[in-house]
Nanobody, 116 residues
């Protein structure tokens, strides 16, 4: 059974940094791409960043240059380093892995609040 567990969210002031983690289990972590999404209150869930199995990365324009996605295949964990945070980054952040016919899996989310 695939499980994704996010952690690392919290309250941070504008301009601050946070690192989110997503620990995966029940899957061959190293062979799948991993995504981060976020959902702000009253808005649709939006894609934030992706890292492929080979380590290639892609970012939404809204976070490019401020967020960095990375993975540690030895720890079955994907990270999202967030810097220069803005109030509009406030959202619940979700880890996701699309596994084709095996399914599309999501974590439970972790709250990030950017406020002074």
């Amino acid at each position: 059974q695939v499980q994704l567990v996010e952690s690392g969210g919290g309250l941070v002031q504008p301009g601050g940094s946070l690192r989110l983690s997503c620990a995966a289990s029940g899957m061959r972590f190293s062979i799948y791409a991993m995504n981060w999404y976020r959902q702000a209150p009253g808005k649709q869930r939006e894609w934030v960043a992706q890292i492929t199995s080979s380590g290639s990365t892609n970012y939404a324009d809204s976070v490019k240059g401020r967020f960095t996605i990375s993975r540690d295949n030895n720890k079955n964990t994907v990270y999202l380093q967030m810097s220069n945070l803005k109030p509009e980054d406030t959202a619940v952040y979700y880890c996701n892995t699309p596994m084709g016919l095996l399914g599309n899996y999501w974590g439970q989310g972790t709250q990030v609040t950017v406020s002074s």
